[in-house]
């Protein structure tokens, strides 16, 4: 892999890992966090204001009601991970959103654990 590549996947990488804070912030469980699909969150290339939740991923803070407000840090942070080009190289639109890599295999919920402990939202 050449420099540049290491470059844009580490900035990825942190783009992700902020995006993952902020959902946990939110009131996300890991399990629910690792469930959400880039077709949910993004409407037009833009991140929705609220996401209606799939029934298989629960309520989120301990709310009753599947729909949750995105904040507006939440939102900068998801379009920037959805600019990233790596992104969409192949795979389809409906991908989990939470991969150790653009179009690669999912992270566990101890992955995502692992990563809400050591980042830091700013």
Not at 49 to 75: F, H, M, T, W
């Amino acid at each position: 892999m050449d420099t540049k590549r290491e470059t844009k996947l580490s900035e990825w990488r942190r783009i992700r890992n902020k995006v993952i804070g902020l959902l946990k912030e939110a009131g996300f469980k890991p399990s629910q966090i690792i469930m959400l699909r880039y077709c949910e969150l993004y409407k037009d290339g833009k991140p929705v204001r609220s996401l209606q939740l799939r029934p298989e991923v629960g309520y989120v803070g301990g709310k009753k009601d599947n729909v949750v407000r995105l904040s507006k840090r939440l939102r900068d942070a998801l379009e920037r991970l959805y600019r990233e080009p790596l992104l969409f190289e192949g795979g389809g639109f409906c991908i989990p959103v939470i991969t150790d890599r653009p179009i690669a295999r999912v992270l566990t919920r101890e992955h995502v654990g692992r990563i809400t402990r050591q980042t830091t939202v700013r």
